[in-house]
């Protein structure tokens, strides 16, 4: 109980360092004005290592805490993410998550999800133009910014993953004796 605990606390915390970086850090290191979405990746593993739960519920907490801070709508960040921890639970099942090469597809295919989501949203509840070849680039450069940051954090993923993975599902391997 008391590990459980602490890996809440960790993750609360992780989640803030995030928003920080997201917030501040990165809008010093933009790509043609577009900053990564750290939370993408951040609920993925979430989903990916935690148990069922974890990921819709973290998914759902971060997605109302961006909104209310981003001032936008209370659901755009909300479905998203809670989105990303459904597929993450559904990726655990499918995939490995020893693979780097596997975990760069998931942020690959986690991301496009989020972002056409997102625009889909905004686009229904505030009837903008839409932008195609705008909406492409940003889409593109995002991608390929989460790509990296997840080959760079992908050690530091795969060992707290592990930890709260063991946590949480346990060794669950029965053994019988003939």
């Known amino acids: 109980m008391l590990k459980k605990t602490f890996i809440n606390l960790a993750l609360i915390l992780i989640g803030f360092v995030l928003y920080f970086l997201q917030a501040n ?3 010093w290191f933009t790509i043609n ?3 990564p979405n750290l939370f993408v990746i951040y609920i993925l593993f979430i989903g990916l ?3 069922r739960s974890m990921g819709i519920i973290y998914g759902a907490l971060w997605g109302i805490f961006l909104d209310l801070l981003y001032g ?3 659901g755009i960040n909300l479905a998203g993410l809670v989105l990303i921890g459904l ?3 559904l990726f655990n099942k499918n995939f490995s998550k020893d693979s780097r090469i596997t975990i760069m597809f998931m942020v690959f295919g986690t991301t496009i999800i989020f972002e056409v989501l997102v625009y889909f949203i905004k686009y229904v509840l505030y009837s903008t133009n839409i932008e195609v070849l705008n ?3 940003i889409l593109i450069v995002e991608v390929i910014y989460n790509i ?3 080959i760079i954090i992908y050690p530091l993923i795969q060992k707290f993953g592990y ?3 063991n946590t949480y599902k346990g060794n669950k391997i029965l053994t019988r004796y003939f």
């Open 148 to 150: 990296l940051i997840t």
């Open 25 to 27: 850090f990165f809008s």
């Open 33 to 35: 004005g577009i900053k």
């Open 87 to 89: 597929l993450a639970i």
């Open 72 to 74: 936008t709508n209370v």
């Open 49 to 51: 290592f935690g148990n």
């Open 135 to 137: 909406f492409i680039e």
């Open 163 to 165: 930890y709260i993975e």
